[in-house]
């Protein structure tokens, strides 16, 4: 199946469920786009891109057209080459295996309660802030160094989950990047672990 890279994930995730394609639940629920989701290697409730995209095709800066496998995107947790490329992803190729509809449509809500039990979707947020450690969980450190509800202008840390960032109203972008320096320089000082950022910060 070959997805142009603008597909939002979870208008292809009822496409697919239509369709009795299994392998794309765990992005139901996950913001953006196809692309958006190859760059960063998107995951969760165990599985990733990396499981299901077989070739990338991009534009380099001098409006070249390259073809890549998925041995050559270099995928790891949070990763894969394009995350160091000045390049536009245009198209996906993934490969998805035949299943039971409504198993499909069971996981796809599973992982949509669990979602909203966990995860402060009734909040504008840019999802989940930090990556998680190779020896640590970041929401846990932060909660921990008791940041949970801390605020900056309008950004606060999620009540419902350190990991998360949110607009608790009139936010500004300024907000959020004060704050985002506050945690990191906070978790940095206690606990002495330094965490990185899983959003992308474009611009000054």
Do not use: W
């Amino acid at each position: 199946m070959t997805l142009g890279a603008g597909v939002k994930n979870a208008i292809l995730a009822q496409r697919l469920l239509k369709e009795e394609l299994t392998g794309f639940e765990f992005a139901a629920g996950i913001p953006g786009t196809i692309g958006g989701a190859v760059y960063m290697n998107a995951g969760a409730y165990g599985g990733e891109m990396k499981d299901i995209v077989t070739e990338v095709t991009y534009m380099d800066e001098n409006t070249n057209i390259h073809t890549i496998t998925n041995e050559e995107c270099k995928f790891d947790y949070r990763y894969s080459v394009f995350s160091k490329m000045n390049v536009v992803i245009t198209k996906v190729k993934m490969e998805l295996q035949y299943g039971n509809k409504i198993e499909i449509k069971e996981k796809m809500d599973s992982n949509a309660k669990s979602r909203s039990e966990k995860q402060p979707i009734q909040m504008p947020s840019a999802g989940s802030t930090f990556k998680r450690g190779k020896d640590f969980v970041t929401a846990m450190l932060i909660d921990e160094c008791g940041l949970k509800g801390y605020k900056i202008g309008g950004a606060q840390v999620s009540t419902m989950h350190a990991g998360f960032l949110v607009n608790a109203g009139g936010a500004t972008a300024k907000d959020m990047l004060d704050l985002i320096e506050h945690v990191q320089k906070t978790v940095l000082e206690k606990c002495g672990k330094e965490i990185e950022l899983e959003v992308k910060v474009i611009g000054e």
